[in-house]
């Protein structure tokens, strides 16, 4: 079973340790490391949940790695509780920045499994062995200074750190931020748009405004005079164009007139009544009705 190149310390230590005899050794406890140099040389496990007794076992007697078990050749070291609390570490360490406050904590590193050397840490900002929390990754030339339990660095904030690992409010946060700066972008560009469209449409107005104006032809009378040469002026007498030839007085032709009843009215007027079923009428004491009532001298428009 071949190893990695690179492999991360929570993932071995969350390893059951398996040796090439068969036994197991238990789990993974915390690793050993040289803090000056950032190079782990090694991880301690705890063989039995109520004894005291823990072993520790150096990197190059790693074997292999299976999905629960790490596998390794040889003989661990065999100490106690209080002698690995005395081994100089940078993880669980408070991480402060430039001002001295406290951004995170130091919760595990990405190993070089060849020769130990740390690649990077990974830094928490809140308790590391909650499920879920955020991880930025910090390089071993960031770090300022060191002392026991304490990293120094000169970061005004976890921000300036590359995201390794986001939790589910940091993901959502980082995705908001990527929204806001994508509809700022949008806003601004539709504003320069409509900018270049006032521009481009008030420069063309004022090329209508210094143009000449338009040379309208001359016309000897109101537009509704050519448009209908037959249209007479409100001033106009109608009794201009009247021709002496239709006035009554001057009438001595047999053309019928406009008031002049049809001629077959006339006749009818002039038939005896010839209806003997037809009741007689009574006689009017006025002017005799006999004849068409044109006869009569009297003027028919009185």
Known sequence: MSLPAQLLL????????????????GPGLMGWMHPPVHRLLGWASKPSAFGTRRLVWRLDQLRGLGEL????????AVTDPATLERLPTLFDAALTGAGGAVLGTVADAAVELRSGRILH????????RLPGTSRWRLTPDRIVDQQPGQVLTGLSGLDDLPLAKASVRQEFLRRSRRWRDQVGQE?????????????RFEERLEGWLEEPPWQEPEREGPPWQEADPAWRQPDDD??????????LEDRDDDRPRAWDPPEEELDR????????????????EGPSRRGSRYDNDADPWV
């Open 10 to 25: 929570s993932d071995l230590l969350r390893l059951r340790v398996r040796c090439d005899q068969g036994l197991d050794h």
């Open 69 to 76: 078990e790490a596998l390794v050749l040889g003989e661990p």
């Open 121 to 128: 840490y990974l830094v928490s900002r809140t308790d590391p």
């Open 187 to 199: 806003t601004s560009r539709i504003k320069d748009q409509f900018q270049e469209a006032g521009g």
């Open 238 to 247: 109608p009794l201009d164009d009247w021709d002496d030839d239709d006035r």
């Open 269 to 284: 007027e002039l038939e005896p009544d010839t209806d003997p079923y037809r009741r007689p009428q009574p006689v009017s």
